[in-house]
């Protein structure tokens, strides 16, 4: 019998001159890149990261860096790890870093603007060498401001900050928010109600407005009652179904701002034999790959979370590598999906 010695089974090291082939470029450019230096294009950079990601290349170790500058942690900082959204985002992210020779720091707040400020002065202390922040308050630039005095650059992911500029990758939530309701509205429905997460997100708020000024548009009047915000989880969605289910006045269909509280609104009504969409239609913002499966059937907006964790952290490795002050949004194409939980035949 044939044996083999460990050594012939390792898997093969990328070397960073393998990775400059395939990109073509100089194996200084690939160092200079992976070791946080100024040097290259943004668009070279970006170049290098996703081939360097695609061939599996990992940079030496940390203590092998010529960089003293870079402790090569980057801090993720999200409302929650319960709603699936933030933990697929969470893996694209880590991912994307990863390929960097970065770690990620992930923390979550609650939506709670004290545990955020908390979160922020860790991140701080421990000097991440920037921040992507899927949790920002609206109206609280006390965490984003403290990432500023320490220099420490960051990017907002789905929730804009009003009071304090910076880079920003999202959707067009307005845009977004408005097409769904127009798609369940086209069905007949007049008695809607909508659930969306805090209004503290700018995204949350956003879905609202839209949803209610398009159902206007159309002559129907969503009454403050009709208006719920939750917690952005499914059981936020099972609490705030509950309330409008036992009002004695259950709505016809109901239009929600995440797809974790339409999963939410669908179990509580489920649990109290109500079909969907023969008696109650559910649609959803977010487009999670579970909530598009014929196992749940959601009528959803498609968030590209790939290409939204890509970018926000190709922006924050701009600021990273070249610190600069002006600031960059960059709004991913949505799409609408449709489900069956509208009101709409399987096809």
């Not at 965490?143 to 320490?150: A, E, N, V």
Request: aromatic share 4%.
């Amino acid at each position: 019998m044939t044996t083999q010695s460990q050594n012939s089974v390792r898997p093969t090291r990328i070397s960073a001159a393998a990775v400059a082939r395939t990109a073509g470029v100089s194996a200084a450019t690939v160092s200079y890149i992976m070791n946080g230096r100024p040097g290259a294009s943004v668009e070279t950079r970006r170049h290098v990261l996703k081939i360097a990601g695609e061939m599996g290349y990992r940079p030496q170790s940390a203590g092998e860096h010529h960089d003293p500058l870079l402790t090569r942690v980057v801090g993720l900082v999200l409302p929650n790890i319960v709603n699936q959204m933030y933990t697929v985002w969470a893996q694209h992210i880590i991912n994307a870093t990863a390929a960097a020779g970065f770690d990620v720091f992930v923390a979550t707040t609650g939506d709670d603007p004290e545990a955020l400020a908390q979160v922020a002065g860790t991140l701080a202390t421990r000097n991440v060498d920037g921040v992507i922040i899927a949790a920002a308050i609206r109206e609280d630039s006390r965490s984003l401001r403290t990432f500023r005095q320490k220099k420490i650059p960051f990017v907002c992911l789905s929730r804009r900050s009003e009071h304090l500029p910076g880079d920003f990758v999202g959707i067009d939530d307005d845009g977004a928010a408005g097409e769904l309701m127009s798609h369940v509205l086209d069905h007949g429905y007049t008695d809607v109600a909508t659930i969306i997460g805090p209004r503290t997100s700018t995204a949350s708020q956003l879905r609202e407005l839209a949803f209610v000024r398009v159902a206007a548009s159309r002559g129907i009047r969503i009454t403050g009652e009709r208006r719920i915000s939750t917690k952005l989880s499914s059981e936020g969605g099972q609490i705030a179904a509950k309330r409008l289910f036992e009002s004695g006045n259950p709505p016809r269909a109901v239009v929600c701002g995440s797809d974790e509280i339409a999963i939410g609104v669908m179990e509580h009504a489920l649990s109290l034999g109500l079909k969907i969409p023969q008696d109650v239609a559910v649609a959803g913002c977010d487009g999670l790959i579970r909530s598009r499966s014929k196992l749940i059937g959601l009528t959803t907006i498609v968030q590209p979370v790939k290409e939204m964790a890509e970018r926000s952290f190709e922006l924050l490795w701009e600021q990273i590598v070249e610190p600069r002050k002006t600031y960059k949004h960059t709004i991913c194409s949505h799409s609408l999906h449709i489900g069956t939980t509208c009101g709409c035949p399987d096809d």
